[in-house]
């Protein structure tokens, strides 16, 4: 599915980090959510872990009731989540892998492993209207099976990518890294599902990732919360959407010129 327009998705779980490190009720994540979408923000992505980390169960009934964006709710194959996520009925549910000593999400969830105890989770959320996208690696066999699943959309992780840009800009790894996510994103369109990227992406990362004219949305997070102390999250979130833009544009008017 190739999109001409690339909508950006927002998490804000980062906010809410910085609220619990003190306790109390500021920075308020619902207030970030409403500036996000007045910088430009087509939808807002939170992830409700385990243990609760950083966005609470009163976050996602705070957001379900007072933004007027897409909800994308980030969560594990669980029971309890599958529970809120059925109560709450966000737009969409991204299924993520989670491991309580990790700082952030790691990598892809191992679809192929788990495919059997992944399957009734997928299948109630498309049950109840819920919009089912997987987090995985960029990797055909993984989106194969995310698509024997039921799943209408994938979320590909891009912090491999990330983190070698880090290591070495203009390095071969850099350059391979980015092949697999631009040979993963065609291969979603040639099976019928919608492909979606983030993770790590920076301004610095986003422009080749955005240019990829069969990915439909990036959701990003943290680099944003973090450029916000130092600009302001309306100022970090346009800078994003205008490099975001600027590199669909011209992906698109070179493919059709």
Known sequence: MRASNLRLGVNIDHVATIRNARGGRFPDPVRAAKLAAQAGADGITAHLREDRRH??????ARLSAEIDRPLNLEMAATD????????????????????????????????????????????????????????IEPAPAALDTARALGAPVVELHTGSYCEAYLEDPAGARVRRELQRIVDAAAH????GLECHAGHGLTFDTVTPVAAI????ELNIGHFLVGEAIFSGLDSAIRRMRALMDKARAAAVGGASG
């Open 188 to 191: 979603a369109e040639s099976i």
């Open 55 to 60: 966005i609470s169960d009163e976050d996602i």
């Open 80 to 135: 309890e989540m599958l529970a809120i996520a059925l109560r709450h009925k966000p737009h969409a549910a991204c299924l993520v892998p989670e491991k309580r000593e990790e700082r952030t999400t790691e990598g892809g969830l191992d679809v192929i492993r788990f495919r059997d105890q992944l399957r009734p989770y997928v299948e109630k959320l498309n049950a109840a209207g819920i919009r089912v996208s997987i987090f």
């Open 213 to 216: 004219p069969t990915i439909a």
